[in-house]
């Protein structure tokens, strides 16, 4: 049997599920793709994903990948996972990647954003996808403590956990906070992201845009190195995954 490799695009809604990662006993994101692709080839197959996004975290653009020896055409992959998929999981494209492509590895960047619904009453349809902040947010002092994020450092101090003797070391490529209307997002662009890192810097910035801490204060968070610091992380229900970035073949068809 000729085997291929097959890279899917995800997009999910992460409220019920137990990250991406499969779990024994609890409903994971991951267990939801193999589940569906067993019942669609009939093999037993384990995905690769660009990210591990934790409990309760959103994806729009969540990449993984895997062998098959399958022969039905890439568009039927498409229909028939979504078929098959639970209506909070969606495959959006199936694209042919080459025999030694690595979902996580081959990945140059990541981008993330984090929305915060910025009203004076709460929404109940934005309950599950934005944090409720009912307090006048100066977007404008996030953004000058956002410019201190960008480069290749030590981003320990918005780590949830370090692992003894790995690197903390990540390359941030963006960090903005945009506003639309009532909702404030903040976007981040990095190579790779610490354990929590997108919400502790988050609610580190909120401080800041609440009056809580000033942007000096966050500068010296920010370079101080000491692991876990920054904070607190905010909920993961305002946290997506948007988009994986790749070179290559592959990313000529995202």
């Given at each position: ?212 801490d000033d942007v000096d204060t966050f ?36």
């Amino acid at each position: 049997m000729e085997m291929r490799k097959i890279a899917l695009v995800v997009e999910y809604d992460g409220t019920w599920y137990h990250g991406f990662q499969i779990q024994d006993n609890v409903p994971t994101i991951q267990g939801e793709i193999e589940r569906a692709l067993s019942r669609l080839t009939g093999e037993s197959i384990r995905v690769a994903s660009a990210s591990r996004t934790d409990v309760g975290v959103h994806a729009r653009g969540q990449v993984v990948a895997f062998s098959t020896g399958s022969s039905l055409p890439l568009q039927t992959f498409v229909r028939a996972m979504n078929h098959y998929l639970p209506k909070d999981i969606a495959v959006s494209r199936a694209l042919s990647a080459r025999a030694d492509f690595d979902a996580r590895r081959d990945a140059l960047s990541r981008e993330y954003h984090y929305h915060l619904l910025n009203t004076v009453t709460r929404s109940p349809l934005l309950r599950r996808s934005a944090y409720f902040v009912p307090v006048p947010i100066d977007v404008e002092a996030m953004n000058r403590a956002c410019q201190s994020l960008i480069g290749t450092k030590d981003f320990a101090p918005f780590a949830g956990s370090v692992d003894v003797g790995k690197s903390t070391v990540r390359s941030v490529y963006r960090a903005e906070v945009v506003t639309e209307g009532p909702l404030v997002t903040f976007h981040m662009v990095a190579n790779a992201f610490l354990p929590h890192q997108v919400r502790h810097t988050i609610g580190a910035l909120l401080k800041v845009g609440v009056g809580k801490d000033d942007v000096d204060t966050f500068r010296q968070i920010d370079s101080s190195k000491l692991p876990g610091v920054a904070g607190p992380a905010l909920p993961p229900h305002g946290l997506y995954l948007m988009k994986v970035n790749y070179n290559g073949a592959l990313d000529e068809n995202l």
